[in-house]
């Protein structure tokens, strides 16, 4: 009786052995073996996007000209940011004045180089995001460039050196924002 046992319990041994090498669950009786109860891969895709769409950055909140005094040069009050942006769709990109009543920084000018300044409302720049969609572009002097080859560095100066108002009293912290207008080239889509 000992031999049959011990004989029966190394055939379930070898049975349990065999079901386990064929890569699969036994379950029940050999009819109903499960095998590769799991599986799984990872599925990847691009997905074009169906509507256009155009981003912004700038690295600044805020520039400080410091103390200024009309009259005096105006590269005294000299500025650099950096700018970029990316989408689908070209755009041109405007900046302006939130308060356009304001005597003072009406007088802000706009320059990717030091030698062609255009005032605020009239400085444009354009960005061919179509060229590197969905990946940071800057400007340059030459164009627009892909953000991994340049810094995209701009200029803005306060020049108040014709400036003849009376300015009665110091004035502390004066303020205006400049929001940069996205408009975009609707002919640089296709189709």
Same mark, same amino acid.
């Given at each position: 009786?000992?031999? @049959?046992?011990?004989?029966?319990?190394?055939?379930?041994?070898? &049975? !349990?052995? @065999?079901?386990?090498?064929?890569?699969?669950?036994?379950?029940?009786? +050999?009819?109903?073996?499960?095998?590769?109860?799991?599986?799984?891969?990872? @599925? !990847?895709?691009?997905?074009?996007?169906?509507?256009?769409?155009?981003?912004?950055?700038?690295?600044?909140?805020?520039?400080?000209?410091?103390? !200024?005094?009309?009259?005096?040069?105006?590269?005294?009050?000299?500025?650099?940011?950096?700018?970029?942006?990316?989408?689908?769709?070209?755009?041109?990109?405007?900046?302006?004045? @939130?308060?356009?009543?304001?005597?003072?920084?009406?007088?802000? #000018?706009?320059?990717?180089?030091?030698?062609?300044?255009?005032?605020?409302?009239? #400085?444009?720049?354009?960005?061919?995001?179509?060229?590197?969609?969905?990946?940071?572009?800057?400007?340059?002097?030459?164009?627009?460039?892909? &953000?991994?080859?340049?810094?995209?560095? +701009?200029?803005?100066?306060?020049?108040?050196?014709?400036?003849?108002? !009376?300015?009665?009293?110091?004035?502390?912290?004066?303020?205006?924002?400049?929001?940069?207008?996205?408009?975009?080239?609707?002919?640089?889509?296709?189709?």
């Amino acid at each position: 009786m000992k031999n @049959v046992i011990l004989a029966f319990y190394f055939f379930i041994v070898f &049975m !349990v052995a @065999v079901s386990a090498s064929t890569n699969g669950t036994f379950i029940g009786n +050999q009819t109903n073996t499960i095998t590769n109860s799991s599986a799984e891969f990872d @599925v !990847v895709a691009d997905i074009t996007a169906t509507q256009y769409w155009a981003e912004v950055w700038l690295n600044t909140t805020e520039i400080d000209f410091g103390a !200024v005094t009309p009259g005096k040069d105006s590269d005294l009050y000299r500025q650099k940011y950096k700018i970029r942006a990316r989408g689908n769709v070209n755009v041109n990109i405007i900046p302006t004045l @939130v308060n356009s009543d304001d005597k003072i920084f009406s007088n802000l #000018y706009f320059s990717r180089t030091f030698s062609s300044w255009k005032k605020i409302g009239e #400085y444009e720049m354009t960005f061919n995001l179509t060229k590197n969609e969905g990946h940071w572009s800057v400007l340059e002097s030459g164009g627009i460039e892909n &953000m991994t080859s340049s810094n995209g560095a +701009q200029s803005v100066k306060l020049d108040l050196s014709n400036y003849n108002e !009376v300015i009665p009293f110091t004035i502390e912290n004066y303020r205006n924002s400049v929001k940069f207008v996205i408009v975009p080239d609707w002919s640089s889509i296709s189709g």
